[in-house]
């Protein structure tokens, strides 16, 4: 009990549960919007915009163009602050440029019927498409916050942010259903940007540049290569399941329901996302000390696994009577979909932070390679699952990829291990 309370009270100084609180406040729009437009309208209507959002979240992440993840690698490991500055000023640049392309790119998938034959889907996704942009540059400089271990800091101004634009965009939900969502979403996105690059609008000044400056400019270009790579397939592989979902499930009420269990199973992983983000900076500054950053992160792991036990113990038994209470008998049938969904989130505790030990460690190709194998080998399978038991199988679909991921996942991190440790005897 002692050593829990100790626990605690190390997070909490080092800012921890404000990034937390700050996650959560981000979410709570995201999660609540939805959940209000899950009250007003169908399991079909939820399946449009769980669609829409899907691969807008996909255009997000690979609209960093592995920059994110540069900055997060490279920023602990100097403590120049003029060389941060620099690194923030070219990553941010970078950014906007990338993920214009990737907006015109998805805008073209969408015309050519790639992503749906559904012209309200289309239409809809026109429109909250020009979230990317903002949303990059935003997930952009609160990493690099987080990166500078100013966690208190950044939580506090989102937190305010997002809490102030929270009942704008519920709001507009409310009253004009999809388009007052996807028009105060777009809004506040910009507003968030805005104010956080007003934010650190003396960071980004550079009186002049250094040959270390362009050493460290070609450092984030090779890095962010290499994790804009490792970032596509692993999107894809992070999405295979609804993607077959929404190209096998031609009943789309039952697609709408397991949609609707899928929004709360993504609105669990927000612990997971929060815990990486804490852990990430603070491993890399140790990544040349192998023993200590397998030893310090392995006991990080178990600690996760404990919460992970906990809550999902919890959501098994509260979940479904919330859902009762809250939509009635609107989504019953999502209730069976969800139970069975949480046994795949709960494994995927048991994985989540394997992916800092390639991160941290500057091996990304690790994480492309395993991506790449757990691609391969659900897929075939999941499409099976969806084609036999339709909804059902969809929901034993992300099961069954978490198992896979787990298995594929620690088996690299173990070589990793054995490839460390073995030119450190030698």
């Not at 995927?348 to 690790?366: C, E, H, P, W």
């Not at 990793?416 to 005897?425: P, V, W």
Request: proline share 2%; hydrophobic share 55%.
């Amino acid at each position: 009990m002692n050593r829990l309370l100790l626990l605690f009270l190390k997070l909490k100084k080092k800012g921890f549960f404000h990034l937390i609180i700050s996650n959560y406040s981000v979410q709570f729009i995201v999660f609540g919007s939805h959940l209000l437009v899950a009250k007003i309208m169908t399991p079909s209507d939820v399946g449009i915009i769980k669609t829409i959002e899907t691969f807008i979240n996909m255009a997000i992440v690979l609209g960093g163009g592995g920059a994110i993840f540069a900055l997060l690698k490279i920023i602990p490991e100097n403590k120049d602050k003029e060389l941060r500055n620099y690194s923030l000023r070219f990553a941010i640049k970078y950014v906007v440029v990338f993920s214009i392309t990737i907006f015109i790119a998805f805008n073209l998938l969408a015309y050519f019927e790639v992503i749906s034959k559904n012209r309200e889907l289309v239409f809809w996704f026109y429109q909250y498409s020009f979230i990317i942009v903002p949303s990059v540059v935003v997930m952009l400089l609160i990493r690099y916050y987080q990166a500078i271990d100013l966690f208190k800091r950044i939580s506090g101004v989102i937190l305010v942010l997002k809490f102030s634009s929270a009942l704008f965009v519920l709001t507009l939900t409310y009253f004009f259903f999809i388009r007052g969502y996807v028009l105060s979403m777009v809004i506040t996105t910009i507003i968030v940007m805005l104010s956080l690059i007003y934010d650190i609008r003396k960071t980004i000044f550079i009186s002049h540049i250094s040959k270390d400056y362009i050493e460290i400019k070609k450092r984030i270009i090779a890095l962010s290569k290499t994790a804009f790579f490792a970032q596509i397939i692993d999107q894809f592989k992070l999405h295979s399941g609804f993607f077959i979902a929404n190209y096998v499930l031609f009943d789309r009420i039952m697609f709408g329901h397991y949609a609707f269990a899928l929004i709360i199973i993504q609105g669990l992983n927000i612990v997971s996302t929060s815990v990486q983000q804490f852990i990430i900076p603070k491993m890399s500054e140790v990544s040349s000390d192998i023993p200590l950053f397998f030893d310090k992160l392995s006991k990080f792991e178990l600690k996760f696994i404990l919460i992970s036990t906990l809550i999902f113990a919890v959501t098994q038994l509260v979940f479904p009577i919330c859902i009762g209470m809250v939509f009635g008998s609107k989504y019953n049938e999502s209730i069976l979909l969800l139970r069975i969904m949480l046994i795949g989130w709960y494994i995927q505790s048991f994985y989540a932070l394997k992916g800092i030990y390639f991160l941290s460690l500057g091996k990304m190709k690790y994480v492309s390679y395993a991506s790449f194998l757990i691609f391969l080998i659900s897929v075939p399978l999941m499409y099976w699952l969806n084609v036999r038991f339709e909804a059902k199988g969809a929901a034993f679909a992300y099961v069954l990829q978490n198992v896979i991921s787990y298995l594929v996942l620690s088996f690299f991190v173990k070589n990793l291990y054995k490839t460390y440790r073995r030119h450190t005897i030698d």
